[in-house]
């Protein structure tokens, strides 16, 4: 009796999905994040993070595996929230960086609290409420250093800046950030001090 | 290295960024200078503090679940 051939059980292995699993979609949550950074909005996050992936997997084939995915997905996210949502959901800034002065809140708190122990008493509602008030190339730059760790070279490649650029952004951004919640802090009776 | 470009250098040294020679400058002048020493340190503790503030937040369940529903039907 002629045997027939048997039934290959195991489904065809989808390589692409499977590098794309590993290598991007475990991104998901810093996607995700920065997302929400530059929208301010949940709803607009997941949008904004869905058209991410879905343009991401189609030109899956131009990325060179095992470099570095995150930051071509960030470009790729960041490009789309360019293209299809800033000039939706937020009206072009108008915001002079250069006019926004440098202003040091250590100087302010080094005899009072030079440990800056009132950070700890803001809570992260209020931290992420106060970044999402810097102007949006502050607000990216401090994002992708200090909430996601890249380096500048790598957030310089995402916003295609330069890297000096990028310093100085991060700079000024920080000290931005430090005044606002100082001012915060202030006004909850968290540390004497003068507002700045 | 004085006080003013070791604060114009601070974040950049925090952030690994410096080249070696200036992060040994650095290093030196903040051994010998106690004010910088403290400003060092408050502003290590505030990029800490944004770090662990800004972290805890993931993309939801929902998301993720249409994220694998739309590329690949599931």
Redesign the interface.
Known sequence: MAQTPSPDVSPPVDEK?VS?EREA?VH??V???VA?RLTSN?SDA?DL??ET??KA?RAWDQYEKGTNAKAWLLTILRHAFINEYRRKIRHPESVDLDAIEPY?V?SE??DED???AF??R???DE??RA?DQLPEAFRETL?L???E?M??QEIAGILQVPVGTV?SR??RA?QL??AKLYDYAVEMGYIKGSPA | MNCRECVEHLYEFLDRELTPELERELREHLEDCPPCGEQFDFEELFLKFLRARCRAQGAPAELKRRVLRELFGE
């Open positions: 999905r794309f979609l998901l949550d996607l995700y994040r929400l949940p997941d993070v869905q992936m879905l997997y040091a250590f708190v080094q030079p440990q800056g950070f700890d803001i809570v992260d931290v992420l970044i994002v250093s200090d909430v760790g380096s500048y310093k991060l700079f920080r950030l430090q």
